[in-house]
């Protein structure tokens, strides 16, 4: 796998990009927070990520998920087994997690979207960063506490249901930034556009509810989108929200969209 690539968005606020997703690292003095974790394959990347700042993984208070799909889950049990980290996310969510039930496309929807541009390529990507590896997460638990977290950077759950029924994004008051996991993205290997948009209809359980669910992003005041795919992109949430949801309308209103 090649080396991730770290960019410090705000202080001590870290994107990092491995396999076409992204983590990110908050750091408070010599303690960090993990938000999602990479393929399984990228376990050395997230490593390497937080020895690239000047920290070691066991610095790292708690891994905070957005959802669990398996592109965000891949370093969580190797954090859990040799670090004793935690891992929160909503309460539904950690039934996900559990894998008492299973909210994310599978090979026949990528058999059957295989047509569309990038998707062969990204597809076989994907497959050797372990994507169609069962994963569980037995040590999966909700938020301690309601309101912002007790973890560097105090980042603040806020429930954009949609792209799985316990998505979970994270408002960074003290930076004006959120990390919106998968709920809204601003760029995927499957699409052609770089901006605000949503995934394709294959990768949501429900495309209705995350653009409904948008509404808790919209009202946040952050001027930082730091997406699960694509580049963070230094703009107004509300405008972000108010972009996607006008291509979601034109999608649907044109057959040339
Ligand atoms: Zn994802």
């Known amino acids: 796998m090649p080396s991730p690539t770290v960019v410090e968005v705000e202080q001590d606020v870290f994107c990092v990009t491995g396999t076409d997703v992204n983590w990110v690292l908050l750091r408070e003095g010599a303690d960090l927070t993990l938000i999602d974790a990479g393929y399984p394959a990228d376990i050395p990347a997230v490593e390497e990520s937080i020895r690239s700042i000047g920290a070691r993984p066991d610095d790292v208070r708690a891994i905070l998920l957005t959802h669990a799909h398996i592109d965000h889950i891949g370093a969580i049990n190797h954090f859990h087994d040799k670090y004793g980290t935690p891992a929160y996310m909503s309460a539904v969510e950690t039934s996900h997690a559990k894998r008492e039930y299973l909210e994310q496309a599978g090979e026949m929807d990528v058999v059957k979207n295989i047509w569309r541009p990038g998707m062969l390529r990204w597809s076989l990507r994907i497959a050797r960063a372990g994507a169609t590896r069962h994963v569980t997460v037995p040590h999966a638990a909700e938020f301690p506490t309601a309101g912002a977290l007790d973890l560097p950077g105090a980042p603040v759950p806020v429930a954009t249901t949609g ?32 901006g605000p948009q949503l995934l394709l209809p294959m990768f949501h359980h429900s495309e209705q509810e995350t653009l409904a669910s948008l509404d808790a992003l919209a009202s946040l005041d952050a001027g930082l989108l730091i997406p699960g795919h694509g580049r963070p992109e230094r703009i107004p949430i509300r405008e972000a929200v108010t972009t996607v949801r006008e291509r979601a309308i034109g999608k649907s209103g044109s057959a040339h969209a």
């Open 163 to 194: 792209h799985t029924s316990g998505h979970t994004s994270y408002f960074l008051p003290s930076v004006g930034a959120v990390v919106t996991g998968d709920s809204l993205v601003t760029g995927h290997p499957t699409s052609r556009r770089v």
